[in-house]
């Protein structure tokens, strides 16, 4: 069964501040990789989508990089700013139609 | 619609009583997950459908757990005799049929529905 572990579970940062958010994967065998941003009381943002042939995709401030072989995708938020504060969620899709969520990075930004 | 519609958005529901949580996808999405998600946890699966045929329903935890989409279209997730363990988030997301050559397969989740049972 695929696992799939975020780190950190926790982090503040003061605004302005650049930042990684790490993810990893137990089975290489994915269809794709997602990212999700969630804020409280509110559903599921999608932030970017990998392909599994894919290395990486940016949008805005955004960048994700997806290394498939060692089982890592890692989300970089540029120049942070207060209303990036949420809980940032990767989502591995197998080549069965299913999702396998991590527990999530819960990110404090200070202004 | 424009995004996938849940409702209702918060359920309180006495322990043993059924009830039922429902799932509107995006026009034209034939793929429609529902997953479940407890406190400080990642969503987990519960089933899948392409069209009205539910491909996948090995997440449901237990007999109590079903679901239908009977037109391809509106899903409906049901609960019997609930119980205190199955309060959570209820969330559904729908996206494009998967695989599909060159098409994105985003999947795009509802606002969940918040299942207390008391």
């Not at chain 2, 359920?11 to 429902?22: E, N, P, S």
Request: net charge positive.
């Amino acid at each position: 069964k695929q696992e799939v572990t975020q780190i950190p579970a926790a982090l503040s940062v003061p605004e302005g501040e650049n930042l990684v958010l790490n993810c990893s994967f137990t089975d290489s065998a994915i269809y794709n990789l997602q990212w999700f941003r969630q804020d409280p009381g509110k559903g599921l943002t999608s932030l970017l989508l990998i392909q599994s042939s894919q290395r990486e995709q940016t949008s805005g401030r955004l960048n994700a990089s997806l290394d498939k072989s060692s089982g890592r995708s890692t989300l970089y938020i540029a120049a942070s700013q207060p209303g990036d504060s949420a809980t940032y969620l990767c989502a591995v899709r197998d080549n069965f139609n299913k999702f396998y969520f991590g527990s999530g990075t819960k990110l404090n930004v200070k202004p | 619609g424009a995004g996938v519609s849940q409702s209702p958005r918060y359920k309180v529901t006495k322990r043993g009583q059924d009830v039922a949580l429902r799932c509107d996808p995006i026009s034209g999405h034939v793929s429609l997950y529902w997953y479940r998600q407890a406190l400080g946890q990642g969503p987990e699966f519960l089933t899948y459908f392409n069209y009205e045929a539910q491909q996948d329903k090995s997440g449901l935890p237990n007999d109590r757990f079903s679901a239908e989409r009977p037109e391809g279209s509106i899903s409906t997730l049901t609960i019997q005799r609930t119980e205190q363990r199955d309060s959570a988030m209820y969330r559904c997301a729908s996206s494009l049929k998967w695989p599909l050559q060159g098409a994105s397969t985003e999947a795009f989740f509802g606002q969940g529905t918040r299942l207390t049972v008391v």
